[in-house]
Nanobody, 125 residues
Framework: QVPLVESGGGLVQTGGSLRLSCAASGRNANSYTMGWFRQAPGKEREFVAAISWSGMSTYYADSVKGRFTISRDNAKNTMYLQMNSLKPEDTAVYYC??????????????????WGKGTLVTVSS
C-alpha cells in the first residue's frame, strides 16, 4: 500500500490558479510513477497528468496541456499539480494516484494501483 493524501483544492474563479499537492508515505513512495485523475459530477473518472518516478518524464491529457504542470519532489515524497487558466469544466474531484509500474506514461491513463481520497476543485464562472 502507498497511502496518498491530497490537499490544495478549493473554490476559484475562471482564469484563476490553484496548486494541488499529494503527499505519499511508505518505504518506496518516491520510486512510484504518479499521476492525477479527476471526476466531474455525473461523469466518469478521467486522466489528467502523469509523471515518472524520476520526474524526468511527464504526460498530459489534451484538455489540460499548456495550462497544468505536474511535478514532484522526491525528497519530500510529494507530487504537485499547478493549475493555471482554470475553466468551469475543470471542476471535479481530483485524485492522486501511484503505480509501481514504470511503463510508458501514455499507457497508464486508464488507472493506477493506489489512490488518494480526492480533493474538490470548483471553478466558478
Amino acid at each position: 500500500q502507498v497511502p496518498l493524501v491530497e490537499s490544495g483544492g478549493g473554490l476559484v474563479q475562471t482564469g484563476g490558479s490553484l496548486r494541488l499537492s499529494c503527499a505519499a508515505s511508505g518505504r518506496n513512495a518516491n520510486s512510484y510513477t504518479m499521476g492525477w485523475f479527476r471526476q466531474a459530477p455525473g461523469k466518469e473518472r478521467e486522466f489528467v497528468a502523469a509523471i515518472s518516478w524520476s520526474g524526468m518524464s511527464t504526460y498530459y491529457a489534451d484538455s489540460v496541456k499548456g495550462r497544468f504542470t505536474i511535478s514532484r519532489d522526491n525528497a519530500k515524497n510529494t507530487m504537485y499539480l499547478q493549475m493555471n487558466s482554470l475553466k468551469p469544466e475543470d471542476t471535479a474531484v481530483y485524485y492522486c494516484a501511484a503505480d509501481y509500474r514504470r511503463s510508458p506514461l501514455a499507457t497508464m491513463t486508464t488507472g493506477m494501483d493506489y489512490w488518494g481520497k480526492g480533493t474538490l476543485v470548483t471553478v466558478s464562472s
